[in-house]
């Protein structure tokens, strides 16, 4: 009997992320659409590099940081929670979600 390929039970792959990449300063204060999200390793430090997909203004773009407050933030947010508005703001030397 031929298997089919749902039999095998592999999880399906996160979303590819789709848009410009541009840095997280260019969206401080400006509301927000975060469809998805993915942690790699960062190209040029030895920590986590955070990738979020998100709209601006009717634009989806990727927006990345290594800041660890949003890492930490954006894992507590349940798979169903998505997507969800929100700003992104530098308060001191943290970036916080709003």
Known sequence: MIKNFKDFNIPKHEPVLQGSRIPIKDVFGKELIVFWY??????????????????????KHVVFTTAKALIIDVQKIPKDGFPFTTTIIKEEKRFLFT
């Open 38 to 59: 993915r942690i790699n390793d960062s190209k040029y430090k030895k920590e986590d590099c955070l990738y979020l997909q998100v709209s601006l203004k009717d634009v």
